[in-house]
C-alpha cells in the first residue's frame, strides 16, 4: 500500500513538472546597462571617501593624495562619459531618458573643518619597520649586519636564535631515539614497562630543559652553545648504542627499593585509613 501512494505521488509530481509551460513561468527583471556604471561609480566615490580620511589622519602625504586623486577623478570622468554615451545611444533623437531606479543613493564625500580626533600628531611621517630576531631569516641570523642598531645592543639574541633553530629539527630525532631505546627491547614484567615509560618522559623533559637554559644562558655566555650541543649529541649517541647492542636499560636497585618501600607505605596507610572508616 505505502508503495502504490508513493509511486503515485512520484507520477503525479513528473506530470506537474512537464505540464509547466515557458509562459507560466515570472519573466525576469529586466537588467539596466547602467547597472555596472552606477556600481564602478559607487565604488569610485567610496575610494575617494577613504582616500580623504586617510589623508586626514595624516597616512599620506601631500604628493600621493593629489596623484590617487587626481587618478580616481579621471577614472570617475571615464565612467561618467561613459554613462552620457549610453544614454545617447538609447535616445537617439536626442532626448534623454529618465535614469534608472537605483536601490540606494551614491554616498557622499563629507568634509569637515575640524575632526573629533587629530591622529595626523602620531603618524610620524614615514616609518622603518623593524623586525625582531625571531623573525629573521636563518641567514640573516647566520651572517647578521654589524651595521643593525638591534645587533649592536643584543648580539647575544641572534646568537641564541641562530642555535636555537639549528636544533630545531634535531630534537624530535633524539626523542624517538630516547623512546625507542627504553621501549625498543621487549619487557617482561609490568613494573619494568611502567619504569620505561616514566624514564622516557624524564629524560625528554630533562633534555628540552637542558636546550632551554641553554638558550637562555646563550645570550651572555657563548660558551653554553656547546652544552647545548653536547647534549642533544650525547643523548643521540647513547640511545644509538642502547639500541645497537640490543640492551633493557633498568632501573638501580636502590631506586627500585625506594620505590617499593613507598609504595607499600602507602598501600599500608591507605588500609589503615579504610579500616578506621568502617
Given at each position: 500500500m505505502i508503495i502504490a501512494l508513493a509511486a503515485l505521488l512520484a507520477i503525479g509530481v513528473i506530470a506537474f513538472i512537464l505540464?509547466?509551460?515557458?509562459?507560466?513561468?515570472?519573466?525576469?527583471e529586466p537588467v539596466s546597462p547602467f547597472q555596472h556604471l552606477d556600481e564602478r561609480k559607487a565604488a569610485i566615490y567610496d575610494n575617494l571617501r577613504d582616500l580623504q580620511f586617510e589623508?586626514?589622519?595624516?597616512?599620506?602625504?601631500?604628493?600621493?593624495y593629489q596623484q590617487t586623486k587626481?587618478?580616481?577623478?579621471?577614472?570617475?570622468?571615464?565612467?561618467?562619459?561613459?554613462?552620457?554615451?549610453?544614454?545617447?545611444?538609447?535616445?537617439?533623437?536626442?532626448?534623454?531618458?529618465?535614469?534608472?531606479?537605483?536601490?540606494?543613493?551614491?554616498?557622499?564625500?563629507?568634509?569637515?573643518?575640524?575632526?573629533?580626533?587629530?591622529?595626523?600628531?602620531?603618524?610620524?611621517?614615514?616609518?622603518?619597520?623593524?623586525?625582531?630576531?625571531?623573525?629573521?631569516?636563518?641567514?640573516?641570523?647566520?651572517?647578521?649586519?654589524?651595521?643593525d642598531p638591534q645587533y649592536k645592543e643584543q648580539p647575544g639574541q641572534f646568537r641564541a636564535e641562530l642555535h636555537d633553530r639549528l636544533l630545531a629539527p634535531v630534537y624530535p630525532l633524539a626523542f624517538v631515539l630516547i623512546a625507542f631505546a627504553f621501549l625498543g627491547a621487549p619487557r617482561t614484567t609490568r613494573q619494568s614497562a611502567a619504569w620505561s615509560v616514566t624514564a622516557v618522559i624524564l629524560a625528554v623533559a630533562t633534555l628540552r630543559l637542558i636546550g632551554f637554559a641553554c638558550t637562555v644562558f646563550t645570550l651572555k655566555y657563548p660558551a653554553a652553545v656547546a652544552v647545548q650541543y653536547f647534549a642533544v649529541g650525547g643523548t643521540i649517541a647513547a640511545s644509538l648504542y642502547a639500541i645497537s647492542r640490543g640492551l633493557i636499560i633498568e632501573p638501580p636497585a636502590f631506586l627500585t627499593t625506594a620505590v617499593a618501600q613507598v609504595n607499600t607505605w602507602v598501600t599500608q596507610r591507605v588500609s589503615a585509613i579504610a579500616g578506621t572508616a568502617q
Open positions: 505540464t509547466v509551460r515557458a509562459k507560466d513561468l515570472p519573466e525576469p589623508y586626514r589622519v595624516g597616512k599620506l602625504s601631500d604628493s600621493d587626481k587618478d580616481l577623478q579621471r577614472e570617475l570622468a571615464g565612467v561618467l562619459a561613459e554613462v552620457d554615451r549610453l544614454k545617447l545611444q538609447l535616445s537617439p533623437n536626442g532626448s534623454v531618458p529618465p535614469p534608472p531606479e537605483v536601490k540606494q543613493r551614491d554616498p557622499n564625500i563629507v568634509v569637515f573643518d575640524r575632526y573629533a580626533f587629530d591622529l595626523s600628531q602620531f603618524s610620524g611621517g614615514p616609518q622603518t619597520i623593524k623586525y625582531s630576531v625571531r623573525e629573521r631569516y636563518l641567514p640573516q641570523l647566520i651572517s647578521p649586519d654589524t651595521d
